[in-house]
């Protein structure tokens, strides 16, 4: 059993950055990969980038690839979302997911086990 709890939303200007933040607590969690979903209004969770249990490797969609870096501390229990040069259509709440795996990222959301309540992140346009 693994619970999630991500911080680090607000309101930032567009072109602007924020670092999200997933708190795990719960056993083995170096042996979960991690991945961060996001939801706008009226539109289906999406796959914003995911990070295997290692570290060692990452995955991106194209929409963020380039402004966002997904990262991860095995020691702290936590996986980081750094967003930079934000855009209006990044606007959308936030949500961390963890699944057991040693090797692969999925995208799809409903490959997820465990996920946090969310956190906000608006950029006005």
């Known amino acids: 059993q693994v619970q999630l709890v991500e911080s680090g939303g607000g309101l930032v200007q567009a072109g602007g950055s924020l670092r999200l933040s997933c708190a795990a607590s719960?056993?083995?969690?170096?042996?979960?990969?991690m991945a961060w979903f996001r939801q706008a209004p009226g539109k289906e969770r999406e796959f914003v980038a995911g990070?295997?249990?290692?570290?060692?490797?990452?995955s991106y969609a194209d929409s963020v690839k380039g402004r966002f870096s997904i990262s991860r501390d095995n020691a702290k229990n936590t996986v980081y979302l750094q967003m930079n040069s934000l855009k209006p259509e990044d606007t959308a709440v936030y949500s961390c997911?963890?699944?057991?795996?040693?090797?692969?990222?999925?995208?799809?959301?409903?490959?997820?086990?465990?996920w946090g309540q969310g956190t906000q992140v608006t950029v006005p346009s």
């Open positions: 997911a963890a699944r057991r795996s040693v090797l692969s990222i999925p995208r799809s959301s409903v490959a997820y086990n465990y």
């Open positions: 719960g056993s083995s969690f170096s042996t979960y990969a």
């Open positions: 990070i295997s249990a290692n570290g060692r490797s990452t």
